[in-house]
T-cell receptor, first 113, second 113 residues
Framework: DTAVSQTPKYLVTQMGNDKSIKCEQN?????MYWYKQDSKKFLKIMFS???????INETVPNRFSPKSPDKAHLNLHINSLELGDSAVYFC????????????FGEGSRLTVL | GNSVTQMEGPVTLSEEAFLTINCTYT??????LFWYVQYPGEGLQLLLK?????DKGSNKGFEATYRKETTSFHLEKGSVQVSDSAVYFC????????????FGGGTRVLVKP
């Protein structure tokens, strides 16, 4: 039973398209995140939601729009995809309170051609 | 701002060799420090953590000690196995945004039989 699951695992698309990545966690956590990992494995936080409320919004282009329909789901929609959006996107969740332990999904590899 | 610097890889070792991955950080106050591990094709998972100076985190034979005086959190393992081949990330979390992790660039470790 996967704790944090993301779909799709792989996504290949053309520049200019719009795509979504979905994330669900069954851990009962209140807080969820999106991280971007580039080709050099560098990880950077994009967004964080706590109980459906946006709490962290890093300097991400507004082509990226997160949506949290409930606290178990955090989806990432990307408009007008660009070559530089190619990366692995990781969803994660955690308990509130800040002990720093995040539970990550397996990642969604996005390739923009 | 907060930052984490870790040694660049790849680090290639033989089985049963000693592993050290250096990590230093810059942060105001007293962050919590973490090591995460990413096995091939998987998401990150917490390996160990330390929340205050002189704490030692340990798990699966890995250890790291929080050294405030040198702002370091070096990861060590006395005898590595092939199954330890992975990318290791040092990270810190600070203050009210305790779950907003700042990651280092990752160090790829390859253990050969």
């Amino acid at each position: 039973d996967t704790a944090v699951s993301q779909t799709p695992k792989y996504l290949v698309t053309q520049m200019g398209n719009d795509k979504s990545i979905k994330c669900e966690q069954n851990l009962g956590h209140d807080t969820m995140y999106w991280y971007k990992q580039d080709s050099k494995k560098f990880l950077k936080i994009m967004f964080s939601y706590n109980n459906k409320e946006l709490i962290i919004n890093e300097t991400v282009p507004n082509r990226f729009s997160p949506k949290s329909p409930d606290k178990a789901h955090l989806n990432l929609h990307i408009n007008s995809l660009e070559l530089g959006d190619s990366a692995v996107y990781f969803c994660a969740s955690s308990l509130p309170g800040g002990d720093g332990e995040l539970f990550f999904g397996e990642g969604s590899r996005l390739t923009v051609l | 701002g907060n930052s984490v610097t870790q040694m660049e890889g790849p680090v290639t070792l033989s089985e049963e060799a000693f592993l050290t991955i250096n990590c230093t950080y810059t942060a105001t106050g007293y962050p919590s420090l973490f090591w995460y591990v990413q096995y091939p094709g998987e998401g990150l998972q917490l390996l160990l953590k330390a929340t205050k100076a002189d704490d030692k985190g340990s798990n699966k034979g890995f250890e790291a000690t929080y050294r405030k005086e040198t702002t370091s959190f070096h990861l060590e393992k006395g005898s590595v196995q092939v199954s330890d081949s992975a990318v290791y990330f040092c990270a810190l979390a600070r203050g009210a945004a305790g779950n907003k992790l700042t990651f280092g660039g990752g160090t790829r470790v390859l253990v050969k039989p």
